[in-house]
């Protein structure tokens, strides 16, 4: 049970609009703490795609953005394309917790 | 650019021991966290350890508190997991990762993994 929850799968036609969700709790997105979000292919090892501050790494392109509302968090790609179909994951810091580092269980993004 | 490469991964019994290293180019090294974080097959991430910049401390997850040691040698820019007792649980890909850790606990680099299996 992972302390921030994700949708296990989405899906969108090229071109579209996408959300994934990225739910938390009073003791981490709640608090305030800063959300993370990595985008990882088969096979290949996480990268850091977007973080606090909706801020991308060199490379990101702008169709990927990302907010926060209270406990809640979201990772928004425009102009979906093929080469996004991708696990995502969600990260932040929990307070309560003695593994103050806590994942998403992760979102399996299909392009359509 | 930076680079990390983890090495050591490979095939162990139960209870057995296994000791993974990640090499660092391309930033100073200790300047930063470095942090473990694995990946069970198929499965989502799970963060199981982080060493400061000076070595001096280091956190650990509950599921490998007691069994995984993390040092660091900062003249060979390189971090080492020493895994003991191993589970089969423990089966994972290992991903070495610098970690940000000032004012914000986030992985800004990572490397490409190392795959431990823990079977009889």
């Known amino acids: 049970q992972s302390a921030l929850t994700q949708p296990p799968s989405v899906s969108g036609a090229p071109g579209q609009r996408v959300t994934i969700s990225c739910t938390g709790s009073?003791?981490?997105?709640?608090?305030?703490?800063?959300v993370y979000w990595y985008q990882q292919f088969p096979g290949r090892a996480p990268k850091l795609l977007i973080s606090a501050g909706n801020n991308r790494p060199s490379g990101v392109p702008d169709r990927f953005s990302a907010s926060k509302s209270g406990a809640s968090a979201s990772l928004a790609i425009t102009g979906l394309q093929g080469e996004d179909e991708a696990h995502y994951y969600c990260q932040s810091f929990d307070s309560d917790l003695s593994d103050p580092v806590v994942f998403g269980g992760g979102t399996k993004l299909t392009v359509l | 650019e930076v680079h990390l490469e983890e090495s050591g991964g490979g095939a162990v019994r139960p209870g057995g021991s296994l000791r993974l290293s990640c090499a660092a180019s391309?930033?100073?090294?200790?300047?930063?966290?470095m942090g473990w974080v694995r990946q069970a097959p198929g499965k989502g991430l799970e963060w199981i350890a982080r060493i400061n910049w000076s070595g001096s401390d280091t956190r650990y997850a509950d599921s490998v508190k007691g069994r995984f040691t993390l040092s660091r040698d900062n003249a060979k820019n390189s971090v080492d997991l020493q895994m003991t007792s191993l589970r089969v649980e423990d089966t994972a890909f290992y991903y070495c990762?610098?970690?940000?850790?000032?004012?914000?606990?986030?992985?800004?680099?990572w490397g490409q993994g190392a795959l431990v299996t823990v079977s009889s």
């Open positions: 009073k003791s981490n997105i709640g608090a305030g703490y800063d």
């Open positions: 990762a610098r970690q940000i850790t000032n004012a914000a606990n986030f992985f800004d680099s």
């Open positions: 391309g930033f100073i090294f200790d300047d930063y966290a």
